[in-house]
């Protein structure tokens, strides 16, 4: 089993900073993308930022040019960095790592954007 234990979620306001982070601890052996997720209320959970073991990022649109995920393949941590925030990303966000066909969660971290 992987254990993933988020942590910085806050309440910032419009237009400020936080930092997320994430470290998987058990069977981490075999860990390859790890990436961060959001559900906000009344909403689908959906793909904020991947990192994956070459390095490599991918973002959603809408955090682009925002937020930039960042992670040690060694440690198996990520981190989102999210800077410029709007009240439309408040949501609860969860720390995902992929191990062959299966998927880990963490138990999610609130963020609160108020305007």
């Known amino acids: 089993q992987v254990q993933l234990v988020e942590s910085g979620g806050g309440l910032v306001q419009t237009g400020g900073s936080l930092r997320l982070s994430c470290a998987a601890s058990?069977?981490?052996?075999?860990?390859?993308?790890m990436g961060w997720y959001r559900q906000a209320p009344g909403k689908q959970r959906e793909l904020v930022a991947v990192?994956?073991?070459?390095?490599?990022?991918n973002y959603a649109d809408s955090v682009k040019g925002r937020f930039t995920i960042s992670g040690d393949n060694a440690k198996k941590t990520v981190y989102l960095q999210m800077n410029s925030l709007k009240p439309e990303d408040t949501a609860v966000y969860y720390c995902?790592?992929?191990?062959?066909?299966?998927?880990?969660w963490g138990q999610g971290t609130q963020v609160t954007v108020s305007s």
């Open positions: 058990g069977s981490i052996f075999g860990i390859s993308n």
């Open positions: 990192f994956t073991s070459a390095g490599l990022t």
């Open positions: 995902k790592a992929d191990r062959g066909a299966r998927n880990f």
